[in-house]
DNA sequence: GAGCTTGTTCGACAATTGTCGAACAACGGT
DNA sequence: ACCGTTGTTCGACAATTGTCGAACAAGCTC
């Protein structure tokens, strides 16, 4: 089945921060904004594959990623264009490790 | 007793947009946005003043309002200048209840 | 000091959330 | 056709969270 992927205008912004705001999903959108599409089994951080994947539905259904399938694997990317036209800056002040100051 | 109001830089990305991603708070932080300081009362929002002082206390914890106490009222204001700087971008992108496009 | 107003703190409770192992599904290769 | 790989889904469980009423604390005014 095709997953579900939602027009940004419909998540209420609310479910885009409570997405960001895990520890284990903010490091999953750092390594996307990194290193582009990855595989979902590349996104290991320390969480069985059953978590990886919840997470990664949590992200999805907040409007952050897309899902490709490709044989066994699928591959997610962020939408990161679509994200900064909504929400110019949000990304960018979310996905450095450190403060920039 | 004088309530703690951590340094930006203690207190993790996550905790700030988890703060953030509440309904409740949200309207809290935009008001406060919009009209400067607001006396805790005045932050009414349809819930009760136990829940409402919990929230300015995710919120105060989280660094992003600070609060100053005179007579019995405390009066909370926005960290907007250094929330500002350690995530320029942040507050703009969440503040405008409707998106920007 | 009595009383009112304004907030905070304290359980309590329901709902949500992060986590896991196990079972299942789909695909590719041998 | 059988495996092995890759993900998803399904309970289950612990921890966290949003909510409330009631009790408490601090300050002002009469």
């Not at 595989?39 to 990886?52: H, M, N």
Request: glycine share 6%; net charge neutral.
């Amino acid at each position: 089945m095709e997953p579900y992927e939602p027009d940004l205008t419909d998540v209420p912004v609310t479910a885009v921060l409570a997405a960001l705001a895990d520890d284990v999903r903010l490091q999953m959108v750092r390594a996307l904004a990194e290193g582009g599409e990855a595989a979902c089994g590349t996104l290991d951080f320390g969480v069985s594959k059953a978590t990886r994947s919840h997470h990664l539905k949590v992200l999805r259904e907040a409007g952050l990623t897309r899902t490709r399938a490709a044989g066994t694997s699928r591959y997610v990317r962020l939408r990161r264009d679509e994200m900064d036209q909504l929400y110019p800056g949000l990304l960018d002040a979310v996905l450095t490790p450190r403060p920039p100051a």
